[in-house]
Every structure is written in structure tokens, then in C-alpha cells.
């Protein structure tokens, strides 16, 4: 396998102009919302709001006013986060979902039947049905430019390099050293998803932040959807053994009434 | 903060799945009854035996009709069975109930089908000499068989589907361990409702009947103390009942489609009274459960504070 290549997000440089989600949708010819007619959100700057099946970019507008002269913008460019495990890739029932040779997850359209198990699978809200193709799609961390030696659209239009791409392990390195220079600043940053030995076995698409992980609309532990699978179905299986019991002792007990009603384990029986 | 379940989409299961979970658990829990009475009950229970098979057989083809609809690409519904860049290998992952499911419903369907048309045989219903030959094989020890495995596979049928939706990061969904169970317990509960309807129509007598009625009394109290177990086990989420779903889970799910009816078997009124109302307690769970999961979509930090 080649190295593991993904993203590092620094929002702390992210100015919210959007040129990533504009790169992501000419690159990958993804079709306009409305059909192009724009509907403002009505309550943020930002319109596109969310990821889903034709915004496979995001800028997050996180507008934090006490009033109007008391607050801060935080931005964050929002992205498929190619979890090493990824709990889409484990529920697909169709294997359209794939781990690529650059660690990246890629949903396959042409194998992709559009159940949607994915998009519920996905801890991050990612994935969404494209409309279109009636298949569910995300970002392909630009799969199509990897193979060829090309850089994502995204970080290759990034006027700031809030979005960096590169090998993961070089990518650690210089997170943590911004990490290191912003505290030193007096800013209060963390990364997310960056520890091999996180949740989720580290995301190759991961972020510097400086508030709680939820005010980015990220979950604080995410987790893959089949931790829930032994406990389950094991619930379930003991309920039909308990049901399978109690059926049984029915049917028992009903012969043993017509055994004593015909007089005992003599009488006249309905075996079938 | 919200649970962690809270920052994931809606999958968008709505009208077509929601039948799906009801008329798959439905059909699954007839199949494991009428496999029960087929091993251990009388003579007098056939007519039952009969009808179960003919609605696990008829409620699974639709089952696998509305989630086939469902799909975006509903031509690449052989996706979930075979690789389709390796046709005809198998695509099968044990890990995820989707694709277990896929399989189950497919497998199940064709014991179901094999047991009712042993079952037409058996009454001389079959026209085409095709299907009495194969329905006349499916009698004796083979029908045992058949019926045997194809009731384990109903159960499973019945209960996957909540375990489907624990393994997930939904809302509601992934936060109780306890949905599979439910889902199955209603299954087999709606299942005996369902032979207590139908039944009568193929001659079922009253003693196969009242066994029945008896049966989904035991069923219904444990399904009451499963969803208990449900509600409690949801914790801090219990707050998303505080919606039109959660009214419609007291009152549709709670009162109307368990309580009621217990009250009516304590009674002794008409079996069939209580039995429609399990039918529609069975299907207003999954209703509620699937949409008030389903409203929740993507939380979002109301201005970032």
C-alpha cells in the first residue's frame, strides 16, 4: 500500500471563502442545489449548511455573538473524515464502499445500489444520497487526482492552507507543532481525530480547533455502528429463546389439559 | 451537549421500510409459529399451520418487494447477494444485519414458499402440475425440515431488523441495546395476531385459536417489558419522546396496541378484537420509532454557543 495520505484542517487560518467547496463541486461535477437557485439559510452566512450527496465540501460558519460587538467567527472546511475504521465500509452490504491503496475511503458508484445503510453507519453525517446518480456519495479525497499524482482540488485551491494535504505522519508531525505555537499564543487548541490511538483508529482527515468538538458539529467519541452488534443481537436471542419457551409450555400445557379432561396419560389424544 | 448519536444523518427510511420492518417481522414470527405447531401441535392446529405458511410466504415477497422499492438503484438489488464485479460470488458480510438480512429474507422466502405450497398440496389447492410436484414433496419428514429451518430463519427475519437499526449511529437507534429484541417480541407477537385474523377463513378451531390468544398474551407482556426495558435503557435521549412520536408511542404503541389488548384477553372477549389491535400496536412501533429517529438530522450548535 502506498502511505497513508489525507488532510490536515487548520481552521484557525480558514477565512470561509469557499473556494474549497467551489474546487470540490467543478472538480467533481457535482450538480447545483434547485437547480441553481439558491436558498438562503436564513439565520447564517452560511448556505450550503451541510455535507451530503452533491456538497462533499463544507465550510462551517460557526457564528458565536453575545451581541454585536462581543463575539468571533469560527470556520471549519468540513469533509469526509477517511476513518481507518470507517463504519460505512463495514456496513455496506454491497462492498461498494472501498479502502484505497492511500488509506482513503471511496463509495463506488457503479456498485453502489443506494440502500443508504452508510449514511445512517457514518458518525459524522458525511454521506447523503446525490439526487442524481440515486447512489450515496462523499468526498473521494479526489481519488481520481491521487492516482495520477495530483493533489485534492480542495487543498490545491485552499488560498490559506487551512487545508493541508500530505502523508498522514508528516501531517501529524506539523499539527502538533501548530498546536504547540498557538498555545504558546495563548490559544486554546486541540486537535481532533489526529491519535492513531483515538476513536475510530484516527481519522486521515483531521483538524485543529479551538473550541469543544460539538460546537464544530462534530461528535466527541465517535464510534463504529457495530459496537452495537453483540449486545443486540445476543438481547435478541434470548428474547426468541424466551419466546420459544414460552410458546412450548403453551403447547404443553394445552395437552396436559386434554390429557386430565380425557382422564389421564391414557385418554384419547390429538397427536399429530 | 447532545449524545454523540445526534451528529449523524437520516438514512431517509421512511414509507416503504417502515412496512417492510412491519410486515417482515409479521410474516417471520407466522413462520416460526406455524413451524412450532407443525413439530408440536395437534391435528386440529393444520388449518393455522396452513395459513401461517401462506403469510410468511405472501408477507416476505412483499417484504423484499418494498425494500427492493426502496433502493436508489432498485435494478441493483442483486448487489447485496452477488459481487457485482465477480458475478456469481457470493457477497455476504456476517458483521453487518444489511447484508445478513439480504440473505435471510432471500432464504427464508424460499422455505416459506416451499412450505406453502406443501401446504396447497395438502389441501389439493394446487392447479399447475408442476407446483403439486413440488408441493406434494414437501410433506412428512421434509416438510418437518423445511419448516424446521425456515421458522428458525422467520425469527430472524422477525428480529434483524432492530438489530439493523442498533448498528447504526442514529439516534433513538444505536442508543439501546434493546431494539432487536423488541422488534423481534413484536414480530412474533403481530405474527400470532396475524393467524388469529387469517385463520378463521381456513378453518381454524377454536382450541388452535384460544392456544394462539394464550400465546400472544405471554407475548405481550413480555413485549410490554421489553419496551420498558427500551424506554429506560435510552436515558438522557428519552427526551426526543417529547414529540407527536413519543404521544403516538404511549398511545398507539403503550395503550392501544399492548394494554388494550391484555385487558381484552383478561376479559375473555372476541380473539380477534385484541388481535387487530396488536396489528396495529406492531405497526405504530416501528412507526414511531423510525421517525422520531428519522426527524433528528445533523445537530448543530445553535450560533456556535
Known sequence: ?272 | MPPDTFFSGAPHWTWFIIPYFFVGGLSGGAYFLAALLEWFGHAEDRPVVRTGYDVAAIGIIVSGALLTIDLGKPLRFWHMLFQSANFPTIMFKGWSPISFGAWAILVCGLFAVLSALGARAEEGRLQSAALRAVGGAVRGGVAKLVTGVGGLLGLFVAGYTGVLLSVTNRPIWADSPWLGALFLVSGVSTGAAALIVFAPGRGATTRSLEWLSSFDTRALVAELLVLVLFIVSLGAVNRVWLSFWGLLLVVGVLALGILWPLRLHAKRAPVGQAARLVLLGGFLLRVATMLASEGIDRYRVAGGM
Open chain 1, 1 to 272: 500500500m502506498a502511505q497513508a495520505m489525507g488532510f490536515f484542517t487548520d481552521t484557525t487560518v480558514c477565512i470561509g471563502c469557499k473556494a474549497c467547496e467551489v474546487a470540490c463541486k467543478e472538480w467533481n461535477q457535482l450538480p447545483a442545489e434547485n437547480g441553481g437557485v439558491r436558498e438562503l439559510s436564513g439565520d447564517s452566512y452560511d448556505n450550503t449548511r451541510k455535507l451530503d450527496g452533491i456538497h462533499w465540501r463544507h465550510v462551517r460558519f460557526i457564528e458565536q455573538f453575545k451581541g454585536p460587538y462581543d463575539g468571533r467567527w469560527l470556520m471549519m472546511s468540513d469533509v469526509c473524515k477517511h476513518c481507518v475504521q470507517a463504519g460505512c465500509l463495514e456496513v455496506c452490504p454491497t462492498g461498494a464502499i472501498i479502502r484505497t491503496q492511500f488509506d482513503t475511503v471511496v463509495i463506488q458508484s457503479d456498485v453502489c445500489n443506494g440502500c443508504r445503510a452508510c449514511i445512517a453507519a457514518c458518525p459524522f453525517g458525511v454521506i447523503d444520497i446525490n439526487p442524481v446518480s440515486g447512489t450515496a456519495q462523499k468526498c473521494t479525497l479526489c481519488y481520481d487526482r491521487l492516482q495520477v499524482g495530483l493533489e485534492p482540488a480542495c487543498s490545491k485551491a485552499c488560498p490559506t492552507d487551512s487545508i493541508q494535504f500530505g502523508a498522514i505522519s508528516e501531517l501529524r508531525t506539523r499539527a502538533e507543532k501548530r498546536v504547540a505555537q498557538l498555545k504558546s499564543q495563548g490559544v486554546d487548541a486541540e486537535l481532533y481525530g489526529a491519535s492513531p490511538t483515538g476513536p475510530l483508529g484516527g481519522l486521515n482527515s483531521f483538524y485543529l480547533l479551538v473550541d469543544k468538538p460539538e460546537v464544530y458539529g462534530l461528535p466527541r467519541h465517535p464510534e463504529l455502528p457495530t459496537q452495537n452488534l453483540r449486545k443486540s443481537a445476543g438481547l435478541s436471542v434470548a428474547s426468541a429463546a424466551v419466546l420459544g419457551v414460552l410458546a412450548l409450555v403453551g403447547l404443553r400445557k394445552r395437552r396436559m389439559d386434554e390429557h386430565a379432561a380425557a382422564g389421564g396419560p391414557g385418554g384419547t389424544s390429538h397427536a399429530s
